[in-house]
């Protein structure tokens, strides 16, 4: 995960510094940030010079994948992320219920267009696997987060905006996000493992083999307030990385398409051999 640590230190060495942004926190910027390439060959790439929670980082994919756009569905696995943008002071301004985040990831991926809370769009998860199986030479393969009409009918639209996937000789699967804003000490080494897993499950229900994850920005930040930390996490040396194993004894999950990613659960993966330094504790700005 050395590519993670030059990021941070692009960032900190030729960013610009703005007090004045959206959460009031204040954040160093630097659009021109160099892009991550991480073969998932080689080992899955999740940072090890601080802990980080794979358990959440699954059980959030797995909820983005279901549509689900209620923060209390994610609390019940145990997982919080979500809690500061959940509670009634947050929803209520769009005359939602407490936990309703709106049109968010899982409405997106899975109802794009649509008029929430229907569900009524474009299932683009359902679209890219089919894409994949009967035109693996296309350029089309892509799921957008972005949809000018809702982005500010939610408190936080998304960040990772629009992710590709390439058939490479029909057997190797890549995939390339562009992240228009990335908090990089909190968000995206939480964004890394995610797609990273996303492109393994694609690449299996798919019955195909995981390639490469790309990882580019549109604004790579580091909050004020996630100097030292930072600079804590860049005096570790990082470990070696670990390996994704999916638990599937029958093999019912190969090649089975959309089905098979919807049924996949946490039991269904383990990261073998992931050891990292300690935890590194961070305030949110929301």
């Known amino acids: 995960m050395r590519q993670y640590h030059e990021l941070l230190r692009s960032v900190l060495e030729h960013g610009w510094d703005e007090p004045g942004d959206r959460t009031g926190v204040g954040r160093r910027r630097y659009p021109a940030a160099p892009k991550q390439v991480f073969d998932l060959r080689e080992g899955f790439p999740i940072v090890t010079t601080k802990r980080v929670p794979f358990r959440w980082v699954l059980e959030e994919l797995l909820w983005f994948l279901s549509g689900d756009t209620n923060e209390k569905t994610l609390r019940a696995r145990g997982v919080d992320i979500w809690q500061e943008w959940a509670d009634e002071e947050h929803t209520s301004r769009f005359g939602r219920e407490e936990g309703d985040l709106g049109p968010i990831y899982g409405y997106l991926w899975r109802s794009f267009g649509g008029h929430y809370p229907e569900r009524d769009g474009v299932d683009q998860i359902a679209r890219v696997l089919e894409e994949i199986r009967t035109k693996p030479a296309s350029t089309r393969m892509i799921v957008t987060g972005w949809d000018p009409r809702e982005c500010d009918n939610v408190d936080l639209p998304p960040c990772h905006t629009l992710f590709q996937f390439y058939v490479e000789r029909g057997e190797v699967l890549h995939c390339q996000l562009f992240q228009r804003s990335a908090d990089l000490f909190l968000g995206v080494p939480f964004n890394i493992a995610s797609y990273a897993l996303l492109t393994h499950m694609v690449a299996y ?30 005096e570790r040396e990082p470990k070696p990385l670990p390996t994704l194993r999916i638990n599937d004894p029958d093999g019912s999950l190969r090649g089975g398409g959309l089905d098979a990613l919807l049924s996949f659960r946490a039991e269904h993966f383990e990261l073998v051999g992931y050891e990292s330094h300690g935890k590194v504790p961070a305030p949110v700005a929301v």
Not at 211 to 233: M, P
């Open 205 to 234: 229900v798919c019955d195909l083999a995981p390639g490469t994850f790309i990882h580019s920005f549109g604004d790579a930040h580091i909050y004020f307030n996630h100097f030292e930390q930072v600079k804590t996490v860049l």
